[in-house]
């Protein structure tokens, strides 16, 4: 009996550390980035992924926005009637797809501030060398990144 008690305490002894090591490496949180939902925009556009749009966008917020048009820069910008018009937008022959993928996509730095974050995108027109600099703008909505603003900053 002592001997296979100490059996035990041996086998639990070298099992505690990969126990922990598994605990502490799969315990980390599934939020994703707010660079990661960026990411994750394009790739469900790309794909006319439209649930997937509409989970990682804060539809009510951009259709707040009726100061400027965040897609084709133009001096009249389009106003969302619902969300269904500003989702078809995001795919397929939508206007503001179309220009995002006309132009090659950086996702640069990420600013975090407790529930708001910032990531720099920006889209260069290859024919012309324009720049189109822009921070998307995130925050926590239930416990998750949601993208409320693509306001564009500047021309470079």
């Not at 100490?6 to 994703?32: A, K, M, N, Y």
């Not at 660079?35 to 469900?44: H, M, Y």
């Not at 022959?93 to 996702?107: C, E, L, N, P």
Request: aromatic content about 10%; proline content about 4%; overall charge negative.
């Amino acid at each position: 009996m002592s001997n296979l008690r100490r059996q035990i305490t041996v086998w639990g002894i070298l099992f505690l550390p990969v126990l922990l090591l598994c605990v502490i490496s799969c315990g980390g949180s599934d939020i994703d980035t707010p660079r990661e939902v960026v990411i994750k925009l394009f790739g469900a556009m790309e794909r006319n992924d439209r649930p997937g749009v509409e989970y990682l966008l804060d539809i009510p917020s951009l259709m707040d926005n009726t100061d400027e048009d965040y897609s084709l820069q133009t001096e009249k910008p389009r106003r969302w009637h619902n969300p269904d018009d500003l989702l078809d937008d995001m795919v397929s022959d939508g206007k503001t797809k179309s220009r995002w993928f006309a132009h090659q996509r950086i996702i640069g730095r990420t600013e975090i501030r407790t529930d708001s974050a910032l990531v720099e995108v920006s889209f260069i027109n290859k024919t012309t060398d324009t720049q189109y600099y822009n921070k998307f703008g995130l925050h926590l909505v239930e416990g998750r990144w949601k993208i409320y603003s693509f306001k564009t900053l500047s021309e470079l």
